[in-house]
Every structure is written in structure tokens, then in C-alpha cells.
């Protein structure tokens, strides 16, 4: 079956430093892949996504890298700021079925 | 142009009761996917559905568990007899349709004493 899964549970980052997070992956018919943003007490928040058909997505102070050949995702946030506090999930689909969910990583910003 | 919209957002049920969580998509999303997580985990798939019609059900368990999607009105996620190991958050997305991003709702905590 397919399956999720991230190499970090927690990441500490001094405010200002970059943040690189990771997502590993083992199906290979995966499409669509995607970062979401979860804060306590709250429902996950789309961040940004890519498709099997890139290798390099970047947002505003974001940056999602896509691996196919070693199946691997990362999501990368410029300037971390004390707003970034929080788990995040990676997320990956496949036509015709549900987003599936790694088991997160928290974030912590140390001022 | 409101989001996806659960209720409640908390809920409070004694073993053996029933409970139903409601989830509104965003207008003009016909993908509806619901979300069990636990404290401190990822999300668990449960159920996919299109209007009036179940897509997977492959997360969901065999008994008691049971959602719907009506033509009109919200997505039903739907408990019975629950226990107190079906405490947690239950989180429902939408979707336009395939590809895109899904959207979430702000989650029902349940809580069975």
C-alpha cells in the first residue's frame, strides 16, 4: 500500500534562518503533491502544491522541490518567521482517490 | 465567499450515543473528503464522496461509521454507539475537483466520556 512518511518530527529554526522540511514517499503512481500549514486548534492550511510534471515550485517565501527518481519531496521556507510556528504536513494524490497525509513535522521558531 | 464550514466545532458524547458531524464544502465544490486525526499525528483518510454517490470508503471502519453526501445540504459524517476511542478531531475537505488544492474546515472535536 502506499504510505508517507517524513525524516523529522520537529525542527527548531532561529528566526531569520531558512527552513528545509522533508517528505518521503512510496507511491509511485503519486500526481499531485502538496504542502498544507497546520496550527493548533485548526484545520490544515494549503501552502503550495506541485505536479509529478516539475521538479521546482516556488511561492512567497516558499519553495517545494519534487524528486520522482528517489521519490522524496521538500518544502523550503525563506526567512522563517515566528508565524511559521506549526506541523506540516505533506500531502500526495493520484487520480481517482484521497490525499494522503505523512505523519507531520513540527516547526518551532526560536526568536 | 465563505470556506468549508463544520459543525459543531465541539462535541461532547456519552458511550453509546450517536454523533453527527456536519460539513458544508465551498460553493461550487463537489469533492468532499473527511479526516480523523489524533493528538499530535497526520490525518487519517476516511471516506471520499461525490454528491449522492461514495467514492472510497477504504478508511472507514465496517461498523457504526457511516457518511453521506445528499444532494442538497451538508456531508454527514455519522457515528453510532460511539466509544471512547472515537475521540478525536475530525477534520472534512472540498474540492473543485481533481488536481487541485482541497480545502479544509476548522474540524469537529469529539469527545466521548
Known amino acids: 500500500g502506499e504510505s508517507v512518511g517524513l525524516h523529522l518530527p520537529t525542527l527548531s529554526v532561529q528566526e531569520g534562518d531558512n527552513s528545509i522540511i522533508n517528505c518521503a514517499y512510496s507511491?509511485?503512481?503519486?500526481?499531485?503533491f502538496i504542502w498544507y500549514k497546520q496550527e493548533s486548534g485548526k484545520g490544515p492550511q494549503f501552502i503550495i502544491d506541485?505536479?509529478?510534471?516539475?521538479d521546482k515550485r516556488q511561492g512567497q517565501r516558499v519553495t517545494v522541490l519534487l524528486n520522482k527518481t528517489v521519490k522524496h519531496l521538500s518544502l523550503q521556507i525563506a526567512a522563517t518567521q515566528p508565524g511559521d510556528s506549526a506541523v506540516y504536513f505533506c500531502a500526495l494524490g493520484a487520480a481517482g482517490n484521497k490525499l494522503t497525509f505523512g505523519g507531520g513535522t513540527r516547526v518551532l521558531v526560536k526568536p | 465567499n465563505a470556506g468549508v464550514m463544520q459543525n459543531p466545532r465541539h462535541l461532547v458524547r456519552r458511550r453509546g450515543q450517536e454523533a453527527r458531524l456536519r460539513c458544508s464544502p465551498m460553493k461550487g465544490h463537489s469533492h468532499v473528503y473527511w479526516y480523523r486525526q489524533l493528538p499530535e499525528e497526520g490525518l487519517k483518510f476516511m471516506v471520499y464522496?461525490?454528491?449522492?454517490?461514495?467514492?472510497?470508503e477504504s478508511g472507514m471502519p465496517k461498523e457504526r461509521f457511516s457518511a453521506e453526501f445528499p444532494k442538497e445540504g451538508p456531508s454527514i459524517l455519522r457515528i453510532q454507539q460511539v466509544v471512547r476511542g472515537d475521540s478525536a478531531a475530525y477534520f472534512c475537505?472540498?474540492?473543485?475537483?481533481?488536481?487541485?488544492?482541497?480545502?479544509f474546515g476548522q474540524g469537529t472535536r469529539l469527545t466521548v466520556v
Open positions: 507511491n509511485s503512481a503519486s500526481d499531485y
Open positions: 475537505a472540498s474540492r473543485l475537483r481533481e488536481g487541485t488544492e482541497a480545502f
Open positions: 506541485i505536479r509529478s510534471n516539475m
Open positions: 464522496l461525490q454528491k449522492e454517490n461514495i467514492i472510497d
